[in-house]
């Protein structure tokens, strides 16, 4: 294929690539893709709104962020930034939101561990605890367990966690 292409004239190689692309229904992908984008901004949760309600709630700390890195870019380079003094705190106002919202996410990454939700739940062991330790599967993860000794179908409340082994003890059963 690649010699038949070469020993075409470059008009003929233009003409064969729209033939191509009008076999493709380009305006209909177009009409798609505009739809698509349109009912992304509507939505209700959609990421724009997230924004817009992020921006809003606290558009005074927004404002302060923004004046600030304005600040320290002119401290630290006066000469040539007063020219953009506007432009950086706009620039900042509008993307500080962004920028604590992909710290906050960050942190989550770095702050949260596996089984933390499991602390404070009551389970019910499938097995027993023998000499004070046992496994249990939660959530398709295999789960090491430390307690005092107790049968299977014990109702078990989960008090802590280190690595992979939640320590438990056992809930007092209403008489």
């Not at 506007?86 to 942190?107: C, I, Q, R, T």
Request: net charge positive; with cysteine.
């Amino acid at each position: 294929m690649e010699p038949e292409n070469h020993n075409k004239t470059f008009t003929q190689r233009v003409r064969n690539w729209w033939s191509g692309l009008r076999q493709t229904n380009l305006r209909a992908q177009t009409h798609y893709t505009v739809f698509r984008t349109t009912q992304n901004l509507k939505n209700r949760n959609g990421l724009l709104k997230q924004y817009q309600r992020r921006f809003m709630d606290g558009w005074e700390k927004w404002l302060g962020i923004g004046a600030g890195l304005a600040g320290v870019l002119m401290l630290l380079n006066p000469d040539s930034l007063w020219r953009w003094q506007l432009f950086l705190v706009v620039l900042g106002v509008l993307g500080a939101p962004l920028l604590a919202d992909l710290w906050a996410e960050l942190k989550k990454v770095f702050t949260e561990y596996p089984g933390k939700q499991f602390i404070g739940q009551v389970i019910t062991l499938e097995q027993a605890l023998v000499e004070g330790s046992g496994n249990i599967r939660l959530d398709n993860q295999e789960w090491q367990l430390s307690g005092t000794d107790c049968a299977a179908g014990t109702r078990v409340r989960v008090i802590a966690i280190k690595d992979r082994t939640l320590f438990i003890t056992p809930v007092s059963q209403p008489q």
